[in-house]
């Protein structure tokens, strides 16, 4: 069993940068693939990016691609999403999540634990 939780979400104007932290317990981290979801106002969830459990490979949404970052320290059972250049459209609630099975693409990917989640908003 892994839980997740999220930290690092905030108010920030349209250009500055944030950075999430997903800190998970157990002692399995380093098995599980890891991503990024999101959940705008009144959108569906939305995929954003994913690492593989040895951090080898890694998606990211056309969306954010060249705004985003994933990264993680399976040492620390830490997972990571760097933001910069934050816009307004990227305000949503963020989720981290965890799940095994093979390496796909980013909408593919299958997630067995999530977190509760953490507001990101970006003011214009």
């Known amino acids: 069993q892994v839980q997740l939780v999220e930290s690092g979400g905030g108010l920030v104007q349209a250009g500055g940068s944030l950075r999430l932290s997903c800190a998970a317990s157990?002692?399995?981290?380093?098995?599980?693939?890891m991503g990024w979801f999101r959940q705008g106002p009144g959108s569906e969830r939305e995929p954003v990016a994913a690492i593989s459990w040895n951090g080898g490979s890694a998606n990211i949404a056309d969306s954010v691609k060249g705004r985003f970052t994933i990264s993680r320290d399976n040492a620390n059972n830490m997972a990571y999403l760097q933001m910069i250049n934050l816009r307004p459209e990227d305000t949503a609630v963020y989720y981290c999540?965890?799940?095994?099975?093979?390496?796909?693409?980013?909408?593919?990917?299958?997630?067995?634990?999530w977190g509760q989640g953490t507001q990101v908003t970006v003011s214009s």
């Open positions: 157990g002692r399995t981290f380093s098995s599980y693939h």
């Open positions: 999540a965890a799940g095994g099975g093979l390496w796909t693409n980013l909408r593919s990917m299958r997630y067995v634990h």
